[in-house]
């Protein structure tokens, strides 16, 4: 009789500890894309700032410590570690087809590349020869092309010299960089759909939305109408799953859309979250950066993959 007692009151207490990690909008979405009892767990706490998270082939996560200036690494067996520091202030990182680490630098105010024996290079720092300001978010075509955004956050008082905060993609052939949207206030964190027609740009502004174009197999851009808005904080990073769902940060943690904008999940934080990506040995694991914090989630999602050309 005890035994049934406890057992009945652990089970309750599992289950309303895993619905409070949750806002659930559309319950047959919520199975497909989180296994029962998933919850949230904080993986690391004690940061300044944190960001840009990225699954590296070598199976632990990079993410960022912008005002530390300092690329911080996490796996389950050595918990938190040092990547790099200084880390330029480094914000949003990404791979390559190569599977090279990109990272947007605001205090280098570049686009970088680490090459695989560990050195650093200059992917794009300047547009019509005035210095970007302090890019913030960046992703990679299965072209090869580098799409970023440079929103004018981390100048630190110094000047602006670009005419605006543009969305670019960097042609690593021609080295040609090419603004794609001109009219945001504040890019952030950008993805593509699986199939790549599609391009999805936060607006961590005053809009606070996420917008989406539409790309042609040249790369040329067109649309750019609003796709879903954010109501708690800003949509900061944002990634792309296989399913073509956008799971967006959020300031109560991440908001999650189906492909035509509808909202089907908030997963819910004690931290406004500044990104996430999806990672882990299956890639199933969903991190999250979140003011001091690194929290993760399993989930039954994929992030999308690049199409093979
Ligand atoms: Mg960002």
């Known amino acids: 009789m005890i035994r049934t007692t406890s057992t009945v009151f652990l089970a309750a207490l599992v289950s309303s500890a895993s619905a409070a990690d949750f806002e659930v909008k559309d319950e047959a979405q919520f199975k497909k ?13 004690g940061m300044q700032f944190v960001e840009g998270p990225q699954w590296m082939p070598g199976g632990f996560l990079v993410f960022s ?65 005035k210095k970007l300001s302090s890019p913030n978010d960046v992703v990679v075509k299965s072209d090869g092309t580098i799409w970023f955004t440079d929103p004018d956050y981390g100048l630190a008082g110094r000047p602006k010299e670009t005419p605006g905060n543009f969305v670019y993609r960097f042609d690593p052939a021609s080295k040609f960089l090419t603004p794609i949207a001109k009219d945001f206030d504040k890019p952030n964190g950008l993805c593509f759909s699986p199939d790549e027609s599609r391009l999805y740009v936060a607006d961590s502004g005053k809009p606070r939305h996420i917008r989406v174009f539409n790309i042609a197999r040249d790369g040329a851009a067109t649309g750019g109408d609003v796709f879903a808005a954010v109501d708690k904080g800003v949509p900061d990073g944002i990634r792309c799953d296989s399913k073509g769902r956008v799971w ?62």
């Open 65 to 129: 410590d912008i005002p530390a200036n300092e690329l911080k690494r996490w796996d389950a067996k050595g918990g938190l570690q040092t990547f790099r520091k200084p880390s330029q202030n480094t914000n949003g990182n990404t791979l390559d087809r190569e599977g090279r680490l990109l990272s947007a630098e605001h205090g280098g105010r570049r686009v970088s590349r680490t090459e695989k024996e560990g050195t650093q290079v200059t992917v794009a720092d300047s547009f019509e020869g």
């Open 248 to 309: 967006s940060s959020s300031g109560d943690g991440a908001q999650v859309f189906d492909p035509s904008g509808q909202l089907l999940v908030r997963i819910l934080l004690p931290e406004a979250a500044a990104n996430l990506a999806f990672g882990g040995p299956k890639g199933r694991t969903l991190y999250l950066t979140a003011r001091k914090s690194l929290y993760a989630v399993e989930t039954k999602a994929v992030q999308a993959r690049r199409p093979k050309r």
């Open 33 to 45: 894309m989180f296994p029962a009892g998933a919850k949230v767990e904080r993986l690391a706490t």
